[in-house]
């Protein structure tokens, strides 16, 4: 249905999370969660999901999860734009299932192809005691939320070893935005090709 | 007869009676001047032009090219008299990153803001400090760095390249044994050309961010961006 007047715009989002790049570590799930702000509303498609466990292949050095993502969203104001938050897990020496690495990033703003690599970090303990401690008992700190990953706030106090990468491809498709008066590509860069150069494939 | 007159009477007064009425009406709003005019100002306002908005959406990535690497950055955005901020934080710090392989510190730390805006004059700028923590929590400057948010619309991978303040020689001898070294008394500087000429400054490594900016109404007031 169309209407002259529309009062929300959708963001629709298909892509996968292709794969992972963990020098030190093997045998990985990961956990996808989207954070939004009040404006926003999923319509349609899974909000959260856990992939399969996936290990590095004999050629390559790279833990393939192909995982699907499928998620509208409708909105009123831009503020608050979806976040996906990707956790990955895996064994550790003895065992059990620790958290290898958290990573946050927005979904991309315009339509079209996009490719985002993201930064993979897990909390560190404190002391070398603790550090010890935890290798030995299996309990690595972790966030009790990961959703705190796609915040800004709280943030100064922790701190993080960045330890990895994760791969995902989005395609995205927008819907009304014009129409209600947002502006997400400039016809200056369009026309040099700036905006374009995420969409190569 | 007496009830036409009578009829007569009561129509002249129900006459006199209802312009009395608008008579004081218009006399008590001419005094208060608030029930017709906010009547008027609430039409005007459905009619005028509504004002330009601004979403600055994205992270500030990391950091490269600094002699060590547990970095941590105090972000911040600056902006004019006629801008309003709408939602989001404009101040804040990231976490403090220690990579295991590379070289460059990943924070992934969001930034999501709306403005409003009456003019052009003072369009946002984002400043930044980073930050050594070594082992023992002990914090110590690394750079200052500032870069504009975009004025066109759409996503921009930016790079801001940081600088910090250099002392006399003995303030370098004394650092490169104990640590600290000098810093900026008020944060303005960092934004601002005024009063740098006298500041004897070093280079040092760069900031990566990713910024989307959506623009919304720029169009109805005849700007080109």
Redesign the interface.
């Known amino acids: 249905m169309t209407s002259n007047n529309p009062a929300v715009f959708l963001l629709m989002v298909n892509g996968q999370i292709e794969a992972a790049d963990f020098?030190?570590y093997d045998g990985l799930y990961c956990k996808y969660c989207f954070v939004y702000?009040h404006d926003w509303a999923p319509t349609s498609g899974l909000e959260e999901g856990i992939s399969q466990i996936t290990s590095k292949g004999r050629g390559s050095q790279r833990l393939v999860w192909n995982f699907p993502l499928d998620i509208t969203f409708k909105s009123t104001?831009?503020?608050?734009?979806p976040?996906i938050v990707v956790s990955v897990y895996g064994p550790d020496t003895f065992g059990n299932d620790v958290v290898r690495g958290y990573?946050?990033?927005?979904i991309?703003?315009?339509p079209g192809k996009h490719t985002k690599t993201?930064?993979m970090?897990v909390p560190?303990s404190t002391s070398r005691l603790q550090k010890f401690t935890s290798w030995l008992m299996g309990r690595r700190p972790e966030f009790t939320d990961p959703k705190v990953?796609?915040?800004?706030?709280g943030?100064?106090v922790?701190?993080?070893?960045?330890?990895g990468f994760v791969t995902l491809q989005f395609n995205i498709v927008t819907k009304d935005m014009k129409k209600?008066?947002?502006?997400?590509?400039?016809e200056?860069?369009a026309s040099t090709g700036?905006?374009r150069a995420?969409q190569q494939p | 007869m007496r009830t036409h007159q009578s009829l007569k009477s009561n129509e002249t007064l129900r006459r006199l009676f209802l312009f009395a009425c608008s008579e004081t009406q218009a006399l008590a709003a001419r005094w208060q001047h608030k029930p017709c005019q906010t009547k008027n100002i609430h039409k005007q306002s459905t009619r005028k032009t509504p004002m330009a908005e601004l979403h600055i959406i994205g992270q500030i990535i990391g950091a490269t090219g600094f002699p060590q690497n547990s970095l941590f950055c105090k972000w911040g955005v600056h902006t004019g008299g006629a801008w309003r901020l709408l939602s989001g934080l404009k101040e804040g710090q990231t976490q403090v990153d220690m990579p295991q392989t590379g070289d460059m510190a990943y924070w992934s730390h969001p930034i999501d803001l709306h403005y409003t805006t009456k003019g052009l004059q003072g369009w946002p700028k984002l400043h930044l400090q980073v930050w050594h923590q070594d082992s023992f929590g002990r914090c110590q400057l690394y750079g200052y760095g500032y870069i504009h948010v975009p004025s066109s619309a759409g996503q921009h991978r930016l790079q801001c390249v940081t600088w910090r303040p250099l002392g006399t020689w003995q303030d370098q001898l004394a650092e490169m044994f104990v640590g600290g070294g000098p810093q900026l008394r008020s944060p303005d500087l960092i934004y601002s050309g005024a009063d740098r000429y006298r500041l004897h400054t070093v280079g040092m490594g760069t900031v990566e961010l990713e910024l989307c900016v959506i623009l919304r109404h720029f169009d109805r007031y005849g700007v080109e961006s």
């Open positions: 020098p030190e702000g104001n831009p503020f608050g734009w976040q990573g946050a990033i927005h991309p703003f315009t993201i930064p970090f560190e990953v796609a915040q800004g706030e943030r100064e922790t701190r993080v070893r960045s330890q209600l008066g947002y502006e997400t590509t400039s200056h860069s700036l905006t995420s």
